[in-house]
């Protein structure tokens, strides 16, 4: 009885679908015409090691079981064989050939520059993604928006946990789509696997990248290359939509740039801009300068009752806006419009105890035009 | 320094000296071979537990008992201290104890250095490990340490980790040199080329490996060190540097890297698998072919763990095919070790099982390693898991199998004592049975699409996660065994005969178990 619902425990694990999802076990497929012929590839080379697999390990089994001493077994005298030797040299080679056909052909095809219809430069930031695209007038960052809680189990994990952003990289389907890929900072690598798409980003290089999405959907990756602590906290989410719902996306784009125009010129309330800079702390300062504000000793300074929050306010915003060269700080003025940034240096003024006054969207404007 | 010849020339006459300075001032290949092992054996353990930290991390989604960046340089360390203190130590200990013995010389061709070579070790490690402690943290920028997260972002340590760079370095070149005097110069009369044993061969060949590159990754993080303090921009991309370039160099040491850590397991795993199948290695000229040949190519294909940097296209298809063609000598000494067993009279003591294992692991690895080699394929294995499961299947089952078969295999010619046979046969099965529960999958969770070097990761990886945390601790835990059978076989035990093994073959079963101070007093006659 006992042994009979063991095994029905075991076959349930073996064919329920629902479990083999939780329990990936090969490349996605993908939804572009490359993604699919890489795929393929990845099946045909898989095969090839299976098959020689179960030949090389089949011998070598026979002969853990046959050829043992304790069966009997005498050792033979033979350990040359001309025709043996050089026909396992070429009998693998010419398997290779034949491997390296369809792949050179997949990545002559990979390698296909030619006219695109949409431009869109990547940039890695240490630890975001920049999409400007250049046949428009769009330009935004892409956080990861998991919440801190939910890393630190303090909440229950969301379905799409550390595969979530704040602003997905939005493109039509059944376009050709070129990806300028570059870094500002460190390397770091755009990587869709489902677009089959993984290229390095480097600082002071530009890279090329291109897809065709056969398919609307959401399509989930994260940085692949080590570029620093959040290297794991850097998702990549790419929203492919049909022409039209493309279009009207580009439409919302260029309200909501007029919207934060406004906001800018609007006068603000110290209130408010810390309760806006609490919330961007926390998508763009938090990784380094740490959720209490002690940084980490050695490596990103803390802003707990230092000089800097207490003396002169632009001298504060003029770090925030151009970075320090050289350091982990970047320039986050072009990342952050003039409320965010002004609201974000308000926050940090006056929390944790510091006293610092506020610093208003009117300021950072002028600042960034000195 | 006369108080020290005169130590080493009373030596020669009346075995070691007594206490600690027997080890510190020793020029003996016997004493030198015991401490690299056991240094090797210390690294192991230091590397295996931030292995266990690191699979601890990951054992679930969620950040649980470490933070990122204490994570990052957890797998730097690990994988450093895993290359550089644990598998390189170890072979250079084993050439150590067995060239001259294989080769019928009294001692390596010079000893001296051999002392250095060694004791620069310790303090390489030490300076590195104390990084951990200072402000910033350690290393955090992976065992590839690519510029600029090296250069410009690093911590303050990376100083430090360079100058252990240097040391390291330094020592391999020095033992390189000395394994090649030894062969070339003390080889015993009639003792050819082609009738030396191919443990002897493979590091003959790893020797000219390291001091080809060696001095490679020297000006590498020479260059590091250059554009951190002396304001040069040779990685730095602001001052009109090239970040590539540094890959580039890296690769052109740490390709060949990853064959110094491996052939002489081939010579190890050749050595064994004649002795327990009671029969000649089979294709014993293609053997020392393949393993030219296998050495040759690794300089042309460096770049094939750089696909994805963008190169052009005949760059990529060129390195395609050189990386490709590498798996024809790997598969030729795959099967010559089949053929060995073949119609032998085989039996299974541990350093066989060991063996054997090696084989069959070490040929998935090869697999999965030809699965990176088709470039359009890399493009989605790169940087992932699978990757992680690949160098793992070859340097865990791989190096780090055959160096355990290596020690049972001659521990009773080193110590004059039989080990714990039932312990060792326990020992092999847990690790077995561990490595793959940790290492296999990791190539499911990889082409599932997670990134390596990730201390956090999303839902969908969860379950092999758990899994391969489970398989790591095992292994982990199952080495204290190994620990244990080697220091009661130290201490005492059944008394091993000469001719340890009943298919043993080669020069250094001819001398007494344990082998007299000085091995060949008189050099042997090689038919
Ligand atoms: C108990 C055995 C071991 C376990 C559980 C283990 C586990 C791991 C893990 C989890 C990583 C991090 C992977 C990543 O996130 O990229 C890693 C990296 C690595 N391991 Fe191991 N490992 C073991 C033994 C070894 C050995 C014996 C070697 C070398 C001979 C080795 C060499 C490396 C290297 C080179 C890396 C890459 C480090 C880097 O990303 O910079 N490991 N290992
Ligand atoms: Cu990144």
């Known amino acids: 009885m006992r042994c009979n619902r063991l095994a029905l425990l075991l076959s349930g694990f073996v064919i329920s679908p629902a479990v083999f999802a939780e329990w990936e076990v090969n490349l996605v497929r993908g939804v572009t015409e490359i993604s699919h012929a890489i795929f393929d590839l990845h099946m045909i080379i898989f095969y090839v090691c299976v098959a020689i697999a179960v030949v090389v390990f089949g011998v070598m089994l026979w002969s853990i079981i046959y050829?043992?001493?304790?069966?009997?077994?005498?050792?033979?005298?033979?350990?040359?064989?001309?025709?043996?030797?050089?026909?396992?040299?070429?009998?693998?080679?010419?398997?290779?050939?034949?491997?390296?056909?369809?792949?050179s052909q997949t990545l002559i095809q990979m390698y296909d520059k030619s006219e695109a219809d949409i431009n869109i430069q990547v940039t890695g930031y240490q630890w975001k993604w920049r999409y400007q695209y250049l046949d428009q007038d769009i330009d935004f960052f892409s956080n990861l928006s998991t919440p801190q809680d939910q890393i630190n189990n303090k909440a229950t994990k969301g379905e799409n946990y550390l595969l979530e952003v704040d602003q997905p990289l939005v493109i039509p389907v059944g376009k050709k789509v070129r990806f300028l890929i570059t870094a500002n900072d460190v390397i770091h690598s755009w990587w869709v696997p489902a677009l089959a798409v993984k290229q390095d980003a480097i600082p002071g290089f530009i890279n090329e990248a291109w897809t065709v999405i056969d398919e609307p959907g959401i399509y989930r990756g994260?940085?692949?290359?080590?570029?620093?602590?959040?290297?794991?906290?850097?998702?990549?989410?790419?929203?492919?939509?049909?022409?039209?719902?493309?279009?009207?996306w580009l439409a919302s784009q260029n309200q909501a740039q007029e919207a934060e125009q406004a906001a800018a010129d609007q006068t603000w309330t110290m209130e408010e801009l810390i309760t806006k800079g609490e919330a961007v702390y926390q998508t763009?300062?938090?990784?380094?300068?740490?959720?209490?504000?002690?940084?980490i000793p050695g490596a990103f300074p803390g802003l707990v009752n230092t000089p800097l929050m207490s003396g002169d306010g632009l001298e504060h915003a003029r770090i925030v806006v151009h970075g320090r060269a050289g350091t982990a700080m970047q320039a986050f003025g072009e990342q952050l419009s003039d409320v965010d940034l002004a609201a974000v240096i308000t926050y940090e003024r006056n929390a944790w105890g510091n006293a610092g006054g506020m610093i208003t969207p009117q300021q950072i404007k002028q600042l960034k035009e000195e | 320094m006369s108080t020290l010849e005169q130590t080493a020339s009373t030596d020669h006459h009346h075995g070691p000296a007594k206490g600690i300075t027997r080890w510190l001032y020793t020029t003996n290949h016997k004493d030198i071979g015991t401490m690299y092992l056991i240094f090797s054996l210390v690294m192991f353990m230091v590397g295996g537990c931030m292995a266990l930290t690191i699979r601890a991390e990951l054992f679930q989604p969620g950040l649980q008992l470490i933070q990122p960046e204490f994570f990052n340089q957890m797998t730097t360390m690990h994988g450093l201290i895993m290359v550089f203190g644990a598998v390189m130590p170890a072979f250079v200990g084993l050439a150590n104890w067995m060239v001259p013995m294989m080769v019928g010389a009294p001692d390596m061709a010079l000893p001296r250095m051999n002392n250095w070579s060694f004791w620069i070790l310790p303090f390489a490690f030490s300076m590195m490990l104390m990084t951990l402690f200072m402000e910033g943290g350690g290393p955090n920028f992976g065992w590839t340490f690519y510029a600029p997260l090296s250069t410009t972002y690093a911590p303050p340590s990376v100083t430090f980790f360079i100058f252990a760079v240097h040391m390291m370095g330094i020592s391999s070149i020095m033992g390189a040199i000395n394994i090649?005097?030894?062969?070339?110069?003390?080889?015993?009369?009639?003792?050819?080329?082609?009738k030396m044993?191919?443990?002897?061969?493979?590091?003959?060949?790893?020797?000219?490996?390291?001091?080809?590159?060696?001095?490679?990754?020297?000006?590498?993080?020479?260059?590091?060190?250059?554009?951190?303090?002396?304001?040069?921009?040779?990685?730095?991309?602001?001052?009109?540097?090239?970040?590539?370039?540094?890959?580039?160099?890296?690769?052109?040491?740490?390709?060949?890297?990853?064959?110094?850590m491996i052939l002489p397991a081939f010579g190890i795993v050749s050595e064994i698998i004649p002795t327990f199948a009671r029969k000649k290695l089979?294709?014993?000229?293609?053997?020392?072919?393949?393993?030219?040949?296998?050495?040759?190519?690794?300089?042309?294909?460096?770049?094939?763990?750089?696909?994805?940097?963008g190169m052009p296209l005949i760059g990529e298809l060129f390195f395609m095919f050189t990386t490709m063609l590498i798996a024809v000598p790997t598969g030729v000494k795959v099967f010559n070790w089949i053929a060995t067993m073949f119609r032998g009279s085989m039996t299974f003591e541990t350093p066989m099982l060991f063996a054997v294992a090696f084989v069959v692991l070490f040929t998935i690895g090869g697999f999965s390693g030809l699965m990176l080699a088709i470039a359009p394929v890399d493009f989605q294995y790169h940087d992932t898991y699978f990757v992680v499961a690949h160098?793992?299947?070859?340097?865990?089952?791989?190096?780090?199998?055959?160096?355990?078969?290596?020690?049972?295999?001659?521990?009773?010619?080193?110590?004059?004592?039989?080990?714990?046979?039932?312990?060792?046969?326990?020992?092999?099965?847990?690790?077995?049975?561990?490595?793959?529960?940790?290492?296999f999958p990791m190539h499911f969770i990889g082409l599932a699409g997670m990134p390596r070097r990730?201390?956090?990761?999303?839902?969908?990886?969860?379950?092999?996660?758990?899994?391969?945390?489970?398989?790591?601790?095992?292994?982990?835990f199952s080495q204290l065994l190994f620990i244990y059978n080697i220091v009661c076989c130290a201490k005492g035990g059944k008394k091993a005969t000469d001719r340890v093994w009943e298919g043993s073959h080669g020069l250094e079963w001819t001398l007494s178990s344990p082998p007299p101070y000085h091995s060949f007093s008189q050099p042997p006659k090689v038919e």
């Not at chain 1, 304790?70 to 070429?90: D, M, N, P, Y």
């Not at chain 2, 000229?285 to 696909?307: K, Q, R």
């Open chain 2, 282 to 309: 089979f294709g014993y000229t293609s053997m020392v072919y393949a393993t030219s040949s296998i050495a040759i190519l690794s300089f042309v294909v460096w770049a094939h763990h750089m696909f994805t940097v």
């Open chain 2, 391 to 439: 160098f793992h299947y070859v340097l865990v089952p791989g190096a780090i199998f055959s160096i355990m078969a290596a020690t049972y295999y001659w521990l009773p010619k080193w110590t004059g004592n039989m080990y714990n046979e039932s312990m060792g046969k326990l020992h092999f099965w847990l690790s077995f049975i561990g490595v793959n529960i940790t290492f």
């Open chain 2, 454 to 476: 990730i201390p956090d990761y999303a839902l969908q990886f969860a379950d092999f996660n758990m899994v391969a945390s489970v398989g790591a601790f095992l292994f982990g």
């Open chain 2, 197 to 260: 044993p191919l443990f002897v061969w493979t590091w003959l060949i790893t020797a000219f490996l390291l001091i080809a590159v060696m001095p490679v990754l020297a000006g590498v993080v020479t260059m590091m060190l250059m554009d951190i303090h002396f304001g040069t921009s040779f990685f730095n991309a602001a001052g009109g540097g090239d970040p590539v370039l540094f890959q580039h160099v890296f690769w052109f040491f740490g390709h060949p890297e990853v064959y110094i």
């Open chain 2, 180 to 194: 090649i005097a030894t062969i070339f110069n003390l080889r015993a009369p009639g003792m050819t080329f082609m």
């Open chain 1, 222 to 248: 994260q940085c692949a290359e080590l570029c620093g602590r959040d290297h794991g906290f850097m998702p990549i989410v790419v929203d492919a939509r049909s022409e039209a719902d493309y279009q009207q």
């Open chain 1, 67 to 103: 050829h043992r001493k304790s069966r009997g077994a005498k050792a033979q005298h033979f350990h040359e064989h001309l025709w043996v030797e050089v026909l396992w040299t070429i009998v693998p080679f010419g398997i290779l050939v034949a491997m390296a056909v369809p792949a």
């Open chain 1, 284 to 295: 763009s300062c938090m990784a380094c300068h740490q959720a209490n504000g002690q940084g």
